[in-house]
């Protein structure tokens, strides 16, 4: 069965950190590009970072810049979202995706962030 579990989630302060993870079963990342979004209460789904197969190349939504560091474990099948002075915009459901051939999300983890 596959599967994408967050996990980390939680209420942190303005200026705070979290760090995501994502563990992939069923199937093995090595060949997805790991993606992570995000949606706020009445927003659209919005991809926060990307990283290429190898870790070679990632990219990230320009509120994030400088702030979010996505990482990946091939041989551990993880996936994390590194997520450091945090502000209360960065409140959302935060979701892991896996995109190939085929296209697998998790079920979100609640991050919120408190001013």
């Known amino acids: 069965q596959v599967q994408l579990v967050e996990s980390g989630g939680g209420l942190v302060q303005l200026g705070g950190s979290l760090r995501l993870s994502c563990a992939a079963s069923?199937?093995?990342?090595?060949?997805?590009?790991m993606n992570w979004y995000r949606q706020a209460p009445g927003k659209e789904r919005d991809l926060v970072a990307s990283?290429?197969?190898?870790?070679?190349?990632?990219d990230y939504k320009d509120s994030v810049k400088g702030r979010f560091t996505i990482s990946r474990d091939n041989a551990k099948n993880l996936v994390f979202l590194q997520m450091n002075s945090l502000k209360p915009e960065d409140t959302a459901v935060y979701y892991c995706?896996?995109?190939?051939?085929?296209?697998?999300w998790g079920q979100g983890t609640q991050v919120t962030v408190s001013s």
């Open positions: 995706n896996a995109r190939w051939t085929y296209d697998y």
């Open positions: 069923g199937f093995t990342i090595d060949r997805y590009t």
């Open positions: 990283i290429s197969r190898t870790g070679g190349t990632t």
